[in-house]
């Protein structure tokens, strides 16, 4: 059976021991001071989508490789600095996956060295607008509680705040997201705002209205978990929650780097 190569990522040489007991999947391509992990892949795989007639065959297939895909990288970054490929990357051989660490040897030694000890954590900033409405409207009729009106006079004038308020929600969210990100980013080595997700709703009245990489150094997760759990004590009021989840492997910053195929 022809074989092809699935790329995971690469990794000092130094780390091969442990690498190499992680998972009989596992193997390792050594070029100079880098290994690439990868495992062997039977090329009829690589069409075997086209074998499945219907779309839930196909997600099905897809959603196995990336849990497979996921499952060998976080534990290669348990025990090892980590340079993430990316999902489905493949190479024909092991002479074009050489010449492919052979172009990009210095860059990759250099991101796994500045990056040792730091996991990407993922940050998502969560709105229920509602919620965020009436907190800024309690806000502004509180601040205005002293004056004595007529029951329409304070029906026109809570009319007006909250059209006011609707106008002012978009710089309002951003406000209170730049300082979030000003508290968090103490604790981190580098941060990397991303897209929004596909699907900003989460189903449970939420929007997602930010999405942030965090790289963190490994020593600082617990102070960073603090002031997250601060954040949101703080916000879950106005109706503004953040949410994290990692480690992750670098991907966010790995992106970044500049790579010759």
């Not at 075997?48 to 065959?57: L, P, R, V």
């Not at 993922?122 to 806000?139: N, S, V, W």
Request: aromatic share 10%.
């Amino acid at each position: 059976m022809t074989m092809a190569l699935y790329l995971y990522g690469l990794v000092p040489w130094a780390y091969h021991d442990a690498l190499e007991a992680l998972d009989a999947n596992i193997k390792l391509l050594k070029y100079a001071d880098l290994a690439a992990v990868y495992r062997q892949y039977p090329r009829n795989e690589l069409t075997s989508f086209e074998a499945e007639s219907d779309q839930q065959g196909i997600s099905r297939q897809l959603l196995e490789k990336i849990s497979l895909h996921d499952a060998i990288t976080q534990k290669a970054i348990a025990v090892s600095p980590f340079f993430p490929t990316g999902f489905a990357t493949f190479y024909s051989n092991k002479a074009t996956l050489r010449e492919f660490m052979a172009a990009n040897h210095q860059t990759i030694a250099a991101f796994l060295r500045s990056s040792a000890g730091h996991r990407e954590w993922a940050i998502k900033g969560y709105i229920t607008r509602q919620q965020a409405r009436d907190h800024l409207l309690a806000e502004a009729l509180r601040q205005q509680s002293n004056s004595v009106n007529s029951a329409g006079q304070n029906y026109v004038k809570q009319r007006q705040l909250a059209l006011k308020i609707d106008n002012q929600l978009t710089q309002w969210l951003q406000d209170r997201a730049e300082s979030a990100m000003d508290h968090l980013s103490q604790w981190a080595a580098e941060v990397i705002k991303r897209p929004l997700p596909a699907s900003a709703q989460t189903g449970e009245g939420e929007e997602c209205f930010g999405s942030w990489a965090f790289l963190l150094a490994d020593e600082h997760i617990d102070a960073f978990a603090q002031v997250l759990n601060n954040l949101n004590s703080k916000e879950s009021v106005c109706g503004l929650r953040f949410g994290c989840t990692g480690p992750w492997a670098l991907y966010s910053f790995s992106q970044h780097v500049a790579i010759e195929n």
